[in-house]
């Protein structure tokens, strides 16, 4: 068993390589229907980007709704559709995950969750492009676009220091 021990100080926190191996398990665990979604959905399709626009903007009404109720829910924050561009945007102002993470010294664990964004998105014939979740920035931005989109050939996906996989303009 491979152990890095990271940070410096008392509350040092131990990540093992056995976490990173759990990443396909919490993938498939979480995003597992995105598999089938595949063969209805193709984010390269102006319609389907426009489609997933409006998911975003009814599941994020609904989350505002929630946080007013339950002010330890999620906070997704829709931005206005870009038909010229066909790219899908909105963020979270609050995870109950990344906070949960915070709280039981378990960031180390957080990736496993944020990361599989990047595979559920794939699978709808999309590219994720996001520069940090609520466990490693003050906020989880999505910017949707379809795979073939001139965007997505922009940005690498690259893994920062804490595990998360963010993208990196090229």
Known sequence: MHVYILGGSKNNFIFSKKVEKLQEFVTHLFMG???????????????DMWLIDKVFHIVGHKDRKQYLQYPATFCNVSKPYDKENHVARYHFLQCPNAEFAKKYNLMHVLPLFCNADYWGISQLHGTLIRQGTCGNCDKCDYCIVGSKNPMAKKYEIVKDE???????KI
Not at 36 to 44: A, H, P, R, S, V
Not at 162 to 168: D, K, P, R
């Open 33 to 47: 229907p995105f598999e089938k979604l595949e063969k209805i959905f193709n984010l390269n399709r102006s319609f």
């Open 162 to 168: 804490n595990g998360f996989l963010v993208s990196q």
